[in-house]
């Protein structure tokens, strides 16, 4: 009997994957259950062969069986979607079993650990900075440089932590990474350990992704001689969004409040417990194994745009088409993204509005969609590519209410530590209502006599603007870490591209938004 | 009976490096709460004072003082899944809850693409319709 394989990813499996696999058990077929390909619209897909079926149901299995099934979508690997990404940190998704060492040796697994120890930690850090890796989590710092950082301070303990609190929405590269090829992950952990020699890993997991938390703890006691004397461990999060911020989820590892630190000291320097820590995003790791491969840091510095190298898993999420994890070399633009490759909207319907980046990133406008995927380009456009997160949404969208969201959201995961972001996003929703409102009048207490300092005339709907803008000003400048210092930036988007979402003419929202970037 | 377990989470956390998390976790999943007798024990355990527990306790989003007996079921509206149309799911899916079942909303259970979604225990739920996630509420 032929051999099936499909995908065991929480997306797949929240999809019906586990009672399609059951069907296809029942009627005789061999199953295995792989990794995801990352084409989402598809799952549950089902492989045979190397042709694929997909979105599949367990009604369908007769049919593929028996081969009238018109779900077929010829050779997966050639399908327009997969045929031009460049697969590097996802190279096994889709091919391997996520918890088979088997299969990761046969895939390239461990060469790049072994390579590493036979180079020794010197000539790792060099390749890392050479290959000009900046850390995917989102502020792009380059790797090699903090592995260095770390390498030369001295410290009798060290250690190395990976952040896998993928808090934003619109990301799920590291959830598809952890689940999908976990032991790349561990590699990757033991090749930084061993460049900085740390003696302990921490992989900070958030507690909404099971699977995944299922996955490395399966993984980790696997592969454990093999990085010996290297020992890594999970740990899991509680809930809190702002644990996605390196300092915080230090904090949070220690048994504290996760409550973001004043920096410097830098992590590297004094990180975990005070000792010197990396602290690395999932992708930037899992990166580490094509690196350094023989000649993999020239390859991987070869690709790209500008000044940022190599690829970067994309995730295309949201109201599209075609979503899923599209891994590619920097510089693809964003009409490539959402038009060409994730096929516009799943509504059908013309796009409204991109967010890049997850909750803390710009909303841009199709008029902006010729801008580069590069680190650079998207902050000359006031926005960020953070995690790499792309979220559609369509013309029914009312994007004053997604700007309110993203106060909102700021407000119930600000970690309270500093003023502008505990305070500034509270009254950011207070304003923006007042704006959409059209501006407001004294009311109650305000009037009464005896309130001598309290304002006796209303405030106009162009006032309140100016207000948010302030406000917005003071939160980028004076907020401790991200949260508070980049909710800014999809509320000004918001502002400057559809101000009639928000009750404004068309063109005064744009003007003042407009002088606020000028700053 | 409480007792014993909370010192079975103990012993196997203490010595651990930063053991409150983990311990406060396990201590949440056995009970479906920290109880102030929990944090107090806890404290002892690790010397530290209550209010250091306490204070940690309340930080995080998934510690509850008080413990929900309703059956749970987590809905993501962060904005992939408002791009996908979880809002207007909403008032159907309190409706289906009444007071039998807790709704908790969430951000983000990273199923971004197959949006809305939804988590029951451990199981993940995609491509949810009005229909679907009543089915789901209904049967939790």
């Given at each position: 009997?032929?051999?099936?394989?499909?995908?065991?990813?929480?997306?797949?499996?929240?999809?019906?994957?586990?009672?399609?696999?059951?069907?296809?058990?029942?009627?005789?077929?061999?199953?295995?259950?792989?990794?995801?390909?990352?084409?989402?619209?598809?799952?549950?897909?089902?492989?045979?062969?190397?042709?694929?079926?997909?979105?599949?149901?367990?009604?369908?299995?007769?049919?593929?069986?028996?081969?009238?099934?018109?779900?077929?979508?010829?050779?997966?690997?050639?399908?327009?979607?997969?045929?031009?990404?460049?697969?590097l940190t996802?190279?096994?998704?889709?091919?391997?079993?996520?918890?088979?060492?088997?299969?990761?040796?046969?895939?390239?697994?461990?060469?790049?650990?072994?390579?590493?120890?036979?180079?020794?930690?010197?000539?790792?850090?060099?390749e890392v900075i050479a290959s000009g890796l900046r850390g995917r989590?989102?502020?792009g710092f380059p790797a090699g440089i903090k592995w260095?950082?770390?390498?030369?301070?001295?410290?009798?303990?060290?250690?190395?932590?990976?952040?896998?609190?993928?808090?934003?929405?619109?990301?799920?590269?590291?959830?598809?990474?952890?689940?999908?090829?976990?032991?790349?992950?561990?590699?990757?952990?033991?090749?930084?350990?061993?460049?900085?020699?740390?003696?302990?890993?921490?992989?900070?997991?958030?507690?909404?992704?099971?699977?995944?938390?299922?996955?490395?703890?399966?993984?980790?006691?696997?592969?454990?001689?093999?990085?010996?004397?290297?020992?890594?461990?999970?740990?899991?999060?509680?809930?809190?969004?702002?644990?996605?911020?390196?300092?915080?989820?230090?904090?949070?590892?220690?048994?504290?409040?996760?409550?973001?630190?004043?920096?410097?000291?830098?992590?590297?320097?004094?990180?975990?417990?005070?000792?010197?820590?990396?602290?690395n995003?999932?992708l930037t790791l899992?990166a580490m194994?094509h690196i350094l491969?023989?000649?993999g840091a020239?390859?991987y510095g070869?690709?790209g745009?500008?000044?940022s190298r190599g690829t970067m898993?994309?995730?295309?999420?949201?109201?599209?088409?075609?979503?899923?994890?599209?891994?590619?070399?920097?510089?693809?633009?964003?009409?490539?993204?959402?038009?060409?490759?994730?096929?516009?909207?799943?509504?059908?319907?013309?796009?409204?509005?991109?967010?890049?980046?997850?909750?803390?990133?710009?909303?841009?406008?199709?008029?902006?969609?010729?801008?580069?995927?590069?680190?650079?380009?998207?902050?000359?456009?006031?926005?960020?590519?953070?995690?790499?997160?792309?979220?559609?949404?369509?013309?029914?969208?009312?994007?004053?209410?997604?700007?309110?969201?993203?106060?909102?959201?700021?407000?119930?995961?600000?970690?309270?530590?500093?003023?502008?972001?505990?305070?500034?996003?509270?009254?950011?929703?207070?304003?923006?209502?007042?704006?959409?409102?059209?501006?407001?009048?004294?009311?109650?207490?305000?009037?009464?006599?005896?309130?001598?300092?309290?304002?006796?005339?209303?405030?106009?709907?162009?006032?309140?603007?100016?207000?948010?803008?302030?406000?917005?000003?003071?939160?980028?400048?004076?907020?401790?870490?991200?949260?508070?210092?980049?909710?800014?930036?999809?509320?000004?988007?918001?502002?400057?591209?559809?101000?009639?979402?928000?009750?404004?003419?068309?063109?005064?929202?744009?003007?003042?938004?407009?002088?606020?970037?000028?700053? | 009976?409480?007792?014993?377990?909370?010192?079975?989470?103990?012993?196997?956390?203490?010595?651990?490096?930063?053991?409150?998390?983990?311990?406060?976790?396990?201590?949440?999943?056995?009970?479906?709460?920290?109880?102030?007798?929990?944090?107090?024990?806890?404290?002892?355990?690790?010397?530290?004072?209550?209010?250091?527990?306490?204070?940690?306790?309340?930080?995080?989003?998934?510690?509850?003082?008080?413990?929900?007996?309703?059956?749970?079921?987590?809905?993501?509206?962060?904005?992939?899944?408002?791009?996908?149309?979880?809002?207007?799911?909403?008032?159907?899916?309190?409706?289906?809850?009444?007071?039998?079942?807790?709704?908790?909303?969430?951000?983000?259970?990273?199923?971004?693409?197959?949006?809305?979604?939804?988590?029951?225990?451990?199981?993940?739920?995609?491509?949810?319709?009005?229909?679907?996630?009543?089915?789901?509420?209904?049967?939790?």
């Open positions: 009997m032929r051999t099936v394989r499909i995908s065991d990813d929480a997306l797949a499996r929240a999809c019906g994957a586990d009672a399609v696999a059951a069907e296809f058990a029942r009627r005789g077929a061999t199953v295995e259950r792989v990794s995801s390909w990352g084409m989402h619209w598809l799952e549950p897909l089902v492989e045979i062969e190397g042709e694929g079926w997909g979105p599949v149901t367990a009604d369908d299995v007769a049919a593929i069986l028996d081969g009238t099934c018109d779900k077929a979508i010829d050779r997966i690997a050639d399908h327009p979607f997969m045929a031009d990404q460049q697969r996802f190279a096994r998704a889709g091919k391997t079993r996520p918890l088979s060492l088997a299969d990761f040796a046969a895939t390239g697994g461990w060469a790049a650990l072994e390579r590493a120890r036979a180079i020794g930690p010197a000539t790792v850090v060099e989590g989102g502020a260095r950082t770390v390498a030369d301070t001295p410290g009798a303990r060290k250690y190395i932590v990976c952040n896998a609190d993928e808090g934003d929405s619109g990301t799920f590269a590291d959830r598809m990474l952890m689940e999908g090829d976990p032991f790349a992950l561990i590699e990757g952990m033991a090749i930084a350990a061993l460049a900085v020699g740390a003696q302990r890993g921490y992989i900070y997991v958030r507690g909404e992704y099971p699977d995944a938390i299922r996955k490395l703890e399966a993984a980790i006691p696997l592969a454990a001689p093999r990085i010996s004397p290297f020992e890594i461990e999970v740990r899991v999060g509680a809930g809190a969004y702002i644990c996605g911020e390196e300092t915080s989820l230090l904090n949070s590892l220690e048994g504290r409040r996760g409550e973001v630190r004043a920096k410097p000291p830098l992590p590297a320097i004094a990180g975990l417990f005070g000792c010197p820590t990396v602290v995003n999932v899992a194994p491969a023989e000649g020239g390859h070869g690709l745009f500008a000044r898993p994309i995730q295309l999420a949201g109201n599209i088409r075609h979503g899923g994890l599209y891994e590619t070399a920097f510089g693809v633009t964003l009409d490539e993204l959402v038009h060409g490759i994730g096929g516009g909207t799943a509504s059908g319907r013309p796009v409204k509005a991109v967010q890049v980046g997850g909750p803390l990133g710009a909303y841009l406008h199709p008029d902006q969609f010729d801008i580069a995927f590069d680190y650079e380009s998207y902050t000359a456009a006031d926005a960020l590519i953070g995690h790499g997160g792309i979220t559609v949404f369509d013309d029914r969208t009312d994007m004053g209410a997604m700007a309110r969201f993203a106060m909102q959201f700021c407000a119930a995961e600000s970690c309270g530590k500093c003023t502008p972001c505990r305070i500034g996003a509270v009254r950011g929703v207070a304003v923006i209502d007042r704006i959409r409102a059209g501006g407001r009048s004294p009311e109650g207490l305000e009037c009464a006599p005896q309130m001598h300092n309290s304002r006796k005339t209303g405030r106009s709907q162009a006032e309140e603007v100016t207000l948010l803008e302030d406000l917005c000003e003071t939160m980028t400048y004076g907020s401790l870490c991200a949260l508070g210092g980049f909710t800014p930036f999809p509320v000004l988007s918001a502002l400057k591209h559809w101000p009639e979402d928000f009750g404004l003419a068309p063109q005064s929202g744009k003007g003042m938004a407009e002088q606020t970037h000028g700053i | 009976m409480a007792g014993a377990d909370l010192d079975d989470i103990l012993a196997r956390h203490l010595g651990r490096e930063g053991a409150l998390l983990p311990i406060l976790r396990d201590v949440q999943v056995a009970f479906g709460c920290v109880s102030p007798a929990s944090e107090a024990a806890i404290a002892l355990a690790l010397n530290l004072s209550r209010a250091e527990v306490h204070g940690v306790v309340g930080f995080y989003h998934d510690f509850a003082a008080e413990r929900d007996p309703r059956p749970e079921v987590q809905i993501c509206r962060a904005e992939a899944c408002q791009a996908r149309g979880v809002e207007a799911l909403i008032s159907g899916a309190q409706a289906a809850a009444g007071e039998r079942v807790l709704l908790r909303t969430v951000y983000c259970l990273g199923l971004c693409s197959v949006g809305p979604s939804a988590r029951v225990g451990d199981a993940l739920h995609a491509r949810l319709d009005a229909e679907g996630l009543r089915r789901l509420i209904e049967a939790a």
